[in-house]
């Protein structure tokens, strides 16, 4: 049997989508019940963007992450939302990263308002991140083991 | 012609009236106003002096003294800062002589000086007589005044604040904790909050 194919893996790729789906549902849920100034105001004190930038991102940004949560949880299109995801959390963890490392006390807006930027939250976003990347790559290996098995 | 004279006058006076800030003590604005801002602040932490400074006089002209939002200065003097607890003891004490304002301008504008010298007092007391620089001197060790405080801290942590500065914005009892000091952003919640 196909290593690429076999159970475990299939389950855990399973387990890994449906998980990280409902982490960017429920991110999202948070960041839309709020005014989304709220969350304007977060990515504001990470003082990486102009203001159009940071308006525009705080109006889209929730709505992107509902759009990818559901679209993981239906198990459509797999390749791209794992790699959206794992692009996603990459570019959150980069930010976070830079903001810690340069001592600022924000907070990080992930999932809603109170969160301050800590080893925790970087080890929470590592994780989630380390989840997309494995998510990804068995959504990667998979398809090209079904092409070389239909191909033998 | 007599008609709109009254009116012209009648609407100067409403103008007049609307652009006078109500401030007792702590406090600024019309208590029925349908936003209330508390500000947790801590008179060491160089962000709540650039609220102070920058924020403040625009909210203050904009909302407060146009009956949109009450104001209310909470003390929050962080651990980290040595002198903040001494700082927010003597806002307090002033405040019992109706000095509030005076004081807390004075040691933010001295800020960077007494938060490495230590000079709280004297700070404090350069914008007293010297009759209410020894009421306030008193009042600062009484123990109410550390009550006060401590109630300001308590009231913060309940409401799940753990930076300074923090604006807690209260609009039909929901609770909107803000700690961005950029005015263009905390105007559009205002706004957005005030349009409901």
Redesign the interface.
């Known amino acids: 049997m196909n290593f690429w194919r076999s159970n475990r893996l299939v389950a855990l790729q399973v387990a890994l989508r449906i998980f990280l789906g409902g982490v960017f549902v429920y991110a999202a849920w948070l960041k839309l019940r709020?005014?989304w100034?709220?969350f304007?105001?977060s990515v504001?004190?990470y003082g990486l963007l102009p203001?159009w930038a940071?308006i525009a991102l705080a109006r889209s940004l929730p709505w992107a992450e509902l759009l990818l949560g559901l679209v993981l949880l239906s198990g459509k299109w797999i390749r791209i939302t794992s790699a959206a995801a794992a692009a996603l959390l990459l570019g959150f963890l980069t930010a976070m990263a830079f903001s810690y490392v340069k001592g600022m006390?924000?907070?990080c807006g992930c999932f809603g308002?109170?969160d301050?930027i800590s080893p925790r939250t970087l080890a929470r976003d590592g994780s989630l991140l380390a989840a997309a990347l494995v998510l990804a790559l068995l959504s990667f290996r998979g398809r090209a083991s079904r092409i070389s098995s239909r191909r033998s | 012609m007599r008609f709109v004279t009254v009116v012209s006058l009648l609407c100067l006076m409403a103008g007049a009236a609307a652009s006078q800030i109500p401030v007792n003590g702590k406090t600024a604005g019309m208590s029925i106003a349908p936003v209330v801002i508390e500000i947790f602040s801590d008179f060491q932490c160089p962000a709540c002096k650039t609220l102070h400074e920058e924020m403040l006089p625009s909210l203050l002209a904009n909302y407060v003294a146009k009956g949109r939002v009450y104001l209310i200065h909470r003390e929050f003097p962080l651990t980290m800062h040595a002198y903040a607890g001494q700082a927010a003891a003597y806002a307090c004490a002033a405040e019992r002589v109706g000095k509030y304002d005076q004081v807390a301008n004075a040691l933010f504008r001295k800020q960077a000086t007494w938060s490495v010298d230590g000079k709280v007092d004297e700070t404090a007391c350069s914008v007293l007589t010297p009759d209410e620089a020894r009421k306030v001197r008193a009042l600062a060790k009484d123990p109410s005044i550390a009550a006060e405080i401590q109630r300001d801290v308590q009231a913060g942590q309940k409401a799940?604040i753990?930076?300074t500065p923090t604006l807690l914005i209260t609009r039909d009892r929901k609770q909107?904790?803000?700690?961005?000091t950029?005015y263009?952003?905390?105007r559009?919640?205002l706004d957005?909050?005030l349009a409901k």
Request: no cysteine; glycine share 6%; aromatic share 4%.
């Open positions: 709020e005014p100034m709220l304007a105001m504001d004190a203001s940071v006390r924000i907070e308002s109170g301050i | 799940g753990n930076q909107y904790p803000v700690t961005s950029n263009d952003l905390v559009r919640l957005e909050l």
